[in-house]
Every structure is written in C-alpha cells, then in structure tokens.
C-alpha cells in the first residue's frame, strides 16, 4: 500500500484483504498506515496458507525501495488503487 503521492510504501500481510484495505482507508487502524496516510492498494498476492504468505512478506519487507517499485510497476505501472477490483 501507498499514500497519494506514491512517497511511502507498506507492507503486510492479512487473511481478509478487503476488510483490512478498508480499515486503512478509513483510518480505524492506528500506527503507521494512519500517520502516513496511506490508503491505496498498489500491490497484492494470494497464498493458500499463513505460512507461505508471512515468508513472502518478510521476504519483501527486506528488499529495497527500489525492489518494491519494481514489483508494484511489474504488475501496475500507473499506480492505480486495486482496492475497488477486489
């Protein structure tokens, strides 16, 4: 996820995409996401199992900015916020 300016990217992981994107967006949760406003959804994968899904995000979390913009890019260029495909 994003802010409006693209300027900070976060990342994590949850069993209920929709639910949590939602919370973000309207600012239920505190912490980081609320402080830095970040409310759009650039970037999502799907795993069958908690496993898999809380590797790839530590796995992602490690990489650079630069990592994350290019696997945001691969798969939305322009940025766009997923969270109304869903």
């Known amino acids: ?12 992981v949850t069993n209920d995409l929709k639910k949590r994107v939602f919370q973000h967006k309207n600012k239920i949760v505190k912490g980081f996401t609320k402080k830095y406003n970040i409310t759009k959804l650039v970037y999502f994968e799907i795993f069958d199992n908690s496993y ?7 796995q992602i979390k490690a990489g650079s900015r630069k990592k994350k913009i290019d696997l945001v890019n691969k798969i939305n260029s322009e940025w766009k916020d997923l969270y109304f495909s869903l």
């Open 1 to 12: 996820m994003t802010n409006k300016n693209n300027a900070v990217i976060y990342t994590g």
């Open 52 to 58: 898999n899904a809380i590797s790839r995000e530590k």
